[in-house]
Structures are given as C-alpha cells and as structure tokens.
C-alpha cells in the first residue's frame, strides 16, 4: 500500500474520471501501473537487447521476425511511400 500526491489539476481530472466510469480510483490506479510497467519492462528489454547486439556481437532479429512474433504487420517503405502519395 502506498499514497501519492497528485498536481490539483491531475487530481480534478482524476474524480471526473472516476465520477464518469462510476468505477473505483484504485481500478483506474492499477490499470495504469500495470500499463506503465509493461512499457516499461519492454522498453528495458528492448535496452538490454540493444547494448547486446552493440557491444557483445549478439545476432539482431529481423524486424519482420519481430513483428510476426507480436502479431503485426510490418508494411514495406514502397507501401508507405505510395499510400503518402495517395
């Protein structure tokens, strides 16, 4: 358990928000923290993978790997290029 001070204007935002979705701060507060962290913890990865290819000769990973492996598709720079021309 923990308590933190919020700026007024984040708070006032904050008791609409919960004042609209008629669900409880700390719903809202774990929701966020869970986002957070798993930025976060992607972020570090991705960091740490990074300094591995740099410094220690580690292979890179395709980025077409990369986003298979999320799920996504990766579009090719002809394609953008032509959808920006569009």
Known sequence: MFAIR?????EKRFARLV???GRPKSDHV???IEKYLKQ???IYLAEK????VRDRGAPA???EELMSGRGLK???PR???ATRQS
Do not use: F, G, M, Q
Not at 6 to 10: D, R, T
Not at 49 to 52: A, D, I, M, V
């Open 6 to 10: 919020l700026p007024a204007s984040i």
């Open 19 to 21: 004042k609209r979705t």
């Open 30 to 32: 774990r929701e966020a």
């Open 40 to 42: 976060a913890e992607e």
């Open 49 to 52: 993978r990074l300094e591995e």
């Open 61 to 63: 990973i395709p980025l």
């Open 74 to 76: 990766e579009k090719s």
């Open 79 to 81: 394609k953008l290029k």
